[in-house]
């Protein structure tokens, strides 16, 4: 499944959407413009297991980098792959 992206400059999430149903998705505000907070993650029972949550990190950690951003992950579930991953951590 592929991971989307939408960002409005205060906002954004990492998403996964089938039929126009958001089945995934990891919301983030900015804090800063150096920064983004990782504040929610929700994925579809009929999702789980499938490492969809994992693969939005991943996906939140390439656009850190890309940017040049740091990630303050408040959101339990995306902490717990942080403390888990410790190559993410040139984005903490």
Known sequence: MEILHNDDGK??????KHENKILAEMTYVWAGPARIIIDHTDV??????????????????????????????????????????????DVL
Do not use: H, W
Not at 11 to 16: I, N, T
Not at 53 to 78: D, H, S, T
């Open 44 to 89: 579809n029972e009929t999702l789980k297991g499938k490492g969809i949550g994992k693969q939005m990190v991943a996906k939140a950690v390439l656009f850190a980098r890309e940017k040049a951003i740091n990630i303050l992950p408040l959101c339990p579930f995306a902490k717990s792959v942080f403390d888990k991953v410790k190559e993410y951590n």
């Open 11 to 16: 906002k954004g999430a990492f998403f996964v």
